[in-house]
């Protein structure tokens, strides 16, 4: 179990290839936004397009979880803070995302940060890879080894912005390979070994309740 976090903090354009397919560079530091905490399900839980978007996208994450509070940390000691990793899927209003500049709206929509279990990190950060599946067929495929900026060094820039809390997660950006999601698809989100999430995606008003 870990605490309900106060900030999901996510990282853009962190993987080169990924930069590219959406015609960006590469940023100097860390490019930073934040999703809402109301944004998060679990595993099964439907993801919901919204009407006001009609490009909605996957993109699979290396979730870290922070394990206690803490700020101004030097890289060498940001690993100390991590309580565990989890899948996470950045769920992204493209067409929101390129409209609004801002991107509040387009990564903020209820269902729209899947997240699987919290597996303990494991001791070789560097093996880590995060896979996506839509309707069982691979979409993405990227290694912590090809992220711009490390695991460490994004929560320590992190820390010297904002103080972490128990429970808050870093989402450490996306692999090449985004795409759609339609009403249907299931879309699944692996770090091999380590953690999934697996999820339906509807229509935001065919919800049932
Ligand atoms: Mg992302």
């Known amino acids: 179990m870990s605490a309900r976090p106060t900030k999901i903090v996510c990282v853009g354009r962190n993987y080169v290839d990924h930069a590219r397919e959406l015609g960006n560079e590469v940023p100097a530091n860390p490019l930073l936004f934040l999703k809402p905490p109301s944004a998060l399900i679990g595993p099964g839980e439907p993801i919901l397009l919204p009407d006001a978007s009609e490009r909605v996208e996957h993109e699979a994450e290396i979730g870290i979880v922070i394990g206690e509070r803490c700020r101004d940390l030097a890289p060498e000691d940001a690993l100390r803070v991590v309580s565990g990793v989890r899948a996470l899927n950045d769920v992204t209003a493209r067409d929101l995302q390129r409209s609004d500049g801002q991107w509040t709206r387009a990564k903020g929509f209820d269902t729209f940060c899947p997240v699987g279990p919290v597996a303990a990190l494991p001791a070789d ?49 996306t692999p090449a390979g985004v795409g759609p999601l339609r009403p249907g698809d299931v879309v699944e989100v692996e770090i091999p070994g380590v953690s999934s999430v ?12």
């Open 198 to 209: 697996r999820n339906p995606v509807h229509r935001r008003n065919d919800r049932e309740t």
């Open 125 to 173: 950060l560097s093996a880590l890879t995060v896979v996506c599946r839509v309707n069982g067929e691979e979409r993405q495929r990227g290694s912590v080894r090809e992220m711009v900026f490390g695991i460490a060094a994004l929560i320590s820039h992190v820390s010297r912005i904002m103080t972490w809390e128990p429970g808050d997660i870093l989402a450490t950006g």
